[in-house]
C-alpha cells in the first residue's frame, strides 16, 4: 500500500494542526511517527481497526489518531502543541496484520514558542 502525508506547516505554541494519511488501499492498522532534529524516529499515535490503542506520553491528551475508513485515511489531530512537538511526522499503515508497514513521505511540523 502506498501512503500519502499532509498537514504539516508552522504553527504557534498552543496552536492545532491536522495531519492526514491517506492509503492507496484498505489496511488494518495505521500509525504517526515523528523525528526531531537529532533524534531518533518514536511512534507518536497508533490505531488499530477503529481503537487507538497507542500515545507517547509526552502527547497523550493532546493529540489524537483516528481513521475515515471509507477514505482509507488515518488522521494525527495535533492540540495544544508546543515547541518540543517539532519535527518530521511520518505516516506507517499495515495493509494485513502479517504484512510489512508501509511508510509515507514526512511532513514537517515546526512550532513557534
Known amino acids: 500500500v502506498q501512503l500519502q502525508a499532509s498537514g504539516g506547516g508552522l504553527a504557534e505554541a498552543g496552536g492545532s494542526l491536522r495531519l492526514s494519511c491517506t492509503a492507496s488501499g484498505n489496511i488494518v492498522s495505521g500509525g504517526w511517527y515523528r523525528q526531531a532534529p537529532g533524534k531518533q524516529r518514536e511512534l507518536v499515535a497508533a490505531?488499530?481497526?477503529?481503537?487507538?490503542?497507542y500515545y507517547a506520553d509526552a502527547v497523550k491528551g493532546r493529540f489524537t489518531i483516528s481513521r475515515d475508513n471509507a477514505k482509507n485515511t488515518v488522521y494525527l489531530q495535533m492540540s495544544s502543541l508546543k515547541p518540543e512537538d517539532t519535527g518530521v511526522y511520518y505516516c506507517q499503515a499495515q495493509a494485513t496484520w502479517d504484512g510489512p508497514g508501509s511508510w509515507g513521505q514526512g511532513t514537517l511540523v515546526t512550532v513557534s514558542s
Open positions: 490505531i488499530a481497526r477503529n481503537i487507538a490503542t
